[in-house]
T-cell receptor, first 116, second 117 residues
């Protein structure tokens, strides 16, 4: 069964606007971590932000913030003030502490295109 | 720059051949994970090593094998290559062995793009 679901295959956003990328997950593990990675067209995977299942506050890293709703099992990424350089594929991933020494399980990704 | 290095960046080879992909983790990281990214399967975990020992296996084919050396660099060996093995292969490293509270961020190398003709 799919553990990470990203329902938006692609989206356009105008420069300087905020964009929300959806991510829902499925786990019965009480302790887990949620990660977002960015993959530009050059191919590398860049770590953006982390949210732990026991964290009381939503994670923030610069223009990136995570809207973590544990009861709904969602961990949406919010990018504020979009820039042209934000155009990339974005992946949500989960790591469960009880599973296979912490492998990451990825969603299918969301392609973001930022327009001037 | 994540601090994880992978070589080569690109590899083009023919079906039936064997290749070796190399990964050097970040300084101080003991754990290496290998992932495959293909168009049809997305990002999939292959195998993990911690301090020289295999710790977890994912969807890794029998034609594929890996090892981690005493200096902690890792190699992924792909043999009897098929067209469907064409993909982007990533390694990622973390400091610990994965048994901490899901807080150990995996930092990815730039990947090796394998094309099998």
């Amino acid at each position: 069964a799919q553990k990470i679901t990203q329902t938006q295959p692609g989206m356009f956003v105008q420069e300087k606007e905020a964009v929300t990328l959806d991510c829902t997950y499925d786990t019965s593990d009480p302790s887990y971590g949620l990660f977002w990675y960015k993959q530009p067209s050059s191919g590398e995977m860049i770590f953006l932000i982390y949210q732990g299942s026991y964290d009381q506050q939503n994670a923030t890293e610069g223009r990136y913030s995570l809207n973590f709703q544990k009861a709904r099992k969602s961990a949406n990424l919010v990018i504020s003030a979009s820039q042209l350089g934000d155009s990339a594929m974005y992946f949500c991933a989960m790591r469960e502490t009880t599973d296979s020494w912490g492998k990451l399980q990825f969603g299918a990704g969301t392609q973001v295109v930022v327009t001037p | 720059d994540s601090g994880v290095t992978q070589t080569p960046k690109h590899l083009i080879t023919a079906t039936g051949q064997r290749v070796t992909l190399r990964c050097s983790p970040r300084s101080g990281d003991l754990s290496v994970y290998w992932y495959q990214q293909s168009l049809d399967q997305g990002l999939q975990f292959l195998i993990q090593y911690y301090n020289g020992e295999e710790r977890a296996k994912g969807n890794i084919l029998e034609r594929f094998s890996a090892q981690q050396f005493p200096d902690l660099h890792s190699e992924l060996n792909l043999s009897s290559l098929e067209l469907g093995d064409s993909a982007l292969y990533f390694c990622a490293s973390t400091r610990e062995g994965g048994d901490s509270l899901a807080t150990d961020t995996q930092y990815f190398g730039p990947g090796t793009r394998l094309t099998v003709l």
